[in-house]
Nanobody, 121 residues
Framework: QVQLVESGGGLVQPGGSLRLSCVAS????????IGWFRQAPGKEREGVSC????????YYADSVKGRFTISRDNAKNTVYLQMNNLKPGDTAVYYCARPSGGICAAGMVYWGKGTLVTVSS
């Protein structure tokens, strides 16, 4: 069955970096876009970034542009989210998700369980 497993979260000081990983199984990653989302305490889930199956298209929320970078290694069945210059406002549970196809505009169908990122001094 389709599984998405996030890892790499943790506690980091403001200005620090983390790299999140999303390992996919149960399907061929090559054919699908993958998105990263986050949900902070008391807030709604929001989209953070997405990468199309072809890698030709990447998307970022305005709040993370210039600080976060999404990438994928299909041979390792893994999508990464490199997060630099982290801010306390980035504190959230981060989820990866897979849509029904190769483009980011398609609705997300499968979700991982999330990894917690805490940015605090």
């Amino acid at each position: 069955q389709v599984q998405l497993v996030e890892s790499g979260g943790g506690l980091v000081q403001p200005g620090g970096s983390l790299r999140l990983s999303c390992v996919a199984s149960g399907f061929t990653l090559d054919y699908y876009a993958i998105g990263w989302f986050r949900q902070a305490p008391g807030k709604e889930r929001e989209g953070v970034s997405c990468i199309s199956s072809s890698r030709l298209s990447t998307y970022y929320a305005d709040s993370v542009k210039g600080r976060f970078t999404i990438s994928r290694d299909n041979a390792k069945n893994t999508v990464y989210l490199q997060m630099n210059n982290l801010k306390p406002g980035d504190t959230a549970v981060y989820y990866c998700a897979r849509p029904s196809g190769g483009i980011c505009a398609a609705g997300m169908v499968y979700w991982g369980k999330g990894t917690l990122v805490t940015v605090s001094s």
